[in-house]
C-alpha cells in the first residue's frame, strides 16, 4: 500500500522512542494544509500513533485501536492483532485507505488493512510516501552517529522532505 501526503517515521534508541510525521495534506496535487497532527497519543498517553493513509479512515482506526486497548488492559501486542483481524475481516473497515504505527515502551508495529501486523527488527519503521527515505536517513544516523531517538527523527523527516514533494517540514513529534 502506497499512500501519498504523508511520511510517518518511528525510531526506537538509547532506551527511548520516538514518532514523527509532517504536516502536510494534498489533495490530489494541491496542498490543501500545512500542519495536520498525524501522530498522537492515545490510551492515557501510553501508545503513540501515527498514520498514512486517509484522514477519517486513520481516525476511526485510532479510535478503534483507542477501544482494543481498554478491552485488553493496553496490551497492544493483542490490541493491534485484533484491530488487524477486525480490519481484514469487516465488509465495512476493508474498504478503508491507511496505514498506521503503533508505539509503546517495548513494542513498535505496523498495522495495516490486509492483515498485517509487522514488528521491525531493528527498532525503526517509515510509513507513507516518504517513508522509505525517512527509514533510509535514520538506519544511517543510527549506525553512524551518537544522535538520540528525537534528533534522529528531526533530521531523517528532513531528509525525508527534500526528497519527497508530499512530505513537508512542518514536524510533530512525540516520545517515550
Given at each position: 500500500m502506497k499512500f501519498h501526503g504523508t511520511t510517518i517515521l518511528a525510531v526506537r534508541h538509547k532506551g527511548k522512542v520516538a514518532?514523527?510525521?509532517?504536516?502536510?495534506?494534498?489533495?490530489?496535487?494541491?496542498?490543501?494544509?500545512?500542519?495536520?497532527k498525524k501522530v498522537r497519543r492515545?490510551?492515557?498517553?501510553?501508545?503513540?500513533?501515527?498514520?498514512?493513509?486517509?484522514?477519517?479512515d486513520a481516525l476511526n482506526l485510532s479510535e478503534r485501536?483507542?477501544?482494543?486497548?481498554?478491552?485488553?488492559?493496553?496490551?497492544?501486542?493483542?490490541?493491534?492483532?485484533?484491530?488487524?483481524?477486525?480490519?481484514?475481516?469487516?465488509?465495512y473497515l476493508r474498504r478503508l485507505e491507511a496505514i498506521m504505527i503503533a508505539v509503546?515502551?517495548?513494542?513498535?508495529?505496523?498495522?495495516?488493512g490486509s492483515g498485517d501486523v509487522i514488528e521491525p527488527d531493528e527498532g525503526l519503521m517509515g510509513i507513507g510516501s516518504g517513508g522509505m527515505g525517512a527509514q533510509a536517513a535514520a538506519k544511517a544516523m543510527i549506525r553512524n552517529t551518537d544522535m538520540d531517538a528525537v534528533d534522529i527523527v528531526k533530521e531523517a523527516m528532513k531528509i525525508a522532505g527534500s526528497l519527497c514533494v508530499f512530505t513537508n517540514d512542518k514536524i510533530t513529534i512525540e516520545e517515550l
Open positions: 514518532v514523527a510525521g509532517d504536516g502536510q495534506v494534498t489533495l490530489n496535487n494541491i496542498v490543501i494544509k500545512h500542519r495536520a492515545i490510551y492515557n498517553d501510553r501508545i503513540i500513533v501515527g498514520f498514512a493513509g486517509a484522514t477519517a485501536l483507542e477501544k482494543k486497548l481498554d478491552r485488553y488492559n493496553g496490551n497492544l501486542t493483542r490490541s493491534a492483532v485484533e484491530l488487524a483481524r477486525d480490519w481484514r475481516t469487516d465488509k509503546d515502551d517495548k513494542n513498535m508495529f505496523v498495522i495495516s
